[in-house]
């Protein structure tokens, strides 16, 4: 009865483990180039994407659907922060867009509960969109000097590590 929607749920999964991925690639690399707060960033959204995931398999698991847990494609290697920027803005929107389609699957399915998973994953991917948008307009304007600012200590502690 719920296909459909365990067929739309594990493509999320699978659009999810990419995003983390890539992400993480991203965040390895700006840490290595020394820019501190937009690793944090790449960090962070990381994880929130693994809660995607997890709600993902969640929402899978309680239609009886399973769990297929492949990545959708391959972590692009990219190494230059305003591509990186860039590239994390279009999954994001890419993301938006998919899921607002799919939760009207799931709504045409009969299926509120799975509609109520794409929303909320919807109101994360604009956030994050926003984010990363807001990045690619700071790099835009203040190019070197923005990338300078980067690779201070202090803001927000990233995930995990200790005040």
């Known amino acids: 009865m719920y296909e459909k929607s365990i067929e739309l749920l ?10 983390v991925h890539q992400y993480m690639y991203f965040h390895f690399h700006c840490e290595d180039q020394g820019y501190e707060s937009l690793s944090r960033l790449f960090l962070r959204t990381a994880i929130e994407e693994m809660h995607h995931v997890e709600r993902c398999a969640e929402r899978i698991l309680f239609l009886e659907g399973e769990v297929e847990m492949e990545a959708a494609g391959p972590v692009e290697k990219i190494h230059e922060v305003k591509a990186m920027l860039e ?45 990363y948008d807001l990045e ?18 202090g803001g927000e502690p990233a995930v995990g590590e200790a005040d």
């Open 136 to 153: 690619v307009q700071r790099l835009a304007k203040l190019g070197e000097r923005y990338l300078a600012l980067s690779t201070l200590k």
């Open 10 to 19: 594990n493509k999320a999964v699978a659009d999810e483990m990419q995003a």
């Open 87 to 131: 590239r994390a803005r279009a999954m994001e929107d890419q993301s938006r867009k998919e899921y607002n389609v799919w939760a009207n699957e799931c709504a045409a399915q009969n299926d509120a509960g799975s509609r109520k998973v794409f929303e909320g994953l919807i109101d994360d991917e604009e956030r994050h969109y926003s984010q």
